[in-house]
């Protein structure tokens, strides 16, 4: 048991250098030099978790998936904006995440997963406006697969953007200014005064 944690712990130690190096690189211009530099690991520690430089990117691109958890929320409006509003949070916080979400911008040499990141967030959500619909949450005559790539590439393009200018600071609020502005569009007239475009006091602190 003692030599699984430790497994787990240096995995997940390549994984956080591997993340941070990304981040501040982007793929190509990263190398396992500098992951191992920022691990105190020996390279056998290394190979023996991640046969090469793309395994540890393609680990680090499964973190976007990860994060991709639905809020539970009555209303699944309400449950689309918490969830790009708690991912706009993490990204402030989590280097990993960060790190998935740059591999999955980026134009790199990095081989393109089956599912890409883009696929996976459009799916998520438009699952969700598909159940909107069904409850009477969406505006008639919304296509939930536009509505859903609309919101995966606003968010996406926010996030470039907030990444550039404030370091994502002020991703939330970019972030929540954008429901704003889209509600009117998508929801039903009677939703959106029942609809959050901010994240909750208790979420906000955490």
Do not use: C
Request: glycine fraction near 6%; avoid cysteine.
């Amino acid at each position: 048991m003692a030599q699984q944690e430790r497994g787990k712990r240096s995995r997940r130690s390549i994984l956080e250098a591997a993340a941070q190096v990304f981040d501040e690189r982007g793929y190509d211009a990263a190398s396992t030099n500098e992951i191992l530099a920022r691990t105190g690991l020996t390279r056998g520690s290394l190979y023996h978790h991640f046969p090469s430089k793309e395994a540890i990117a393609a680990a680090l691109l499964e973190a976007h998936g990860e994060a991709l958890e639905v809020p539970e929320q009555p209303l699944r409006l309400q449950a689309v904006i918490d969830l790009t509003l708690g991912f706009a949070q993490r990204l402030q916080h989590d280097s990993v995440l960060r790190a998935s979400v740059r591999l999955a911008v980026e134009q790199t040499s990095l081989s393109v997963p089956p599912e890409t990141a883009y696929e996976q967030s459009t799916s998520t959500i438009a699952e969700l406006l598909k159940q909107g619909v069904e409850r009477g949450e969406i505006l008639p005559g919304v296509n939930v697969q536009e509505a859903a790539a609309t919101i995966v590439g606003a968010f996406t393009g926010l996030q470039i953007m907030s990444r550039a200018y404030t370091k994502r600071e002020d991703l939330p609020e970019r972030v929540a200014v954008f429901w704003r502005f889209l509600l009117p569009g998508l929801a039903t007239p009677g939703m959106i005064s029942r609809l959050r475009t901010t994240l909750p006091p208790a979420a906000t602190t955490a």
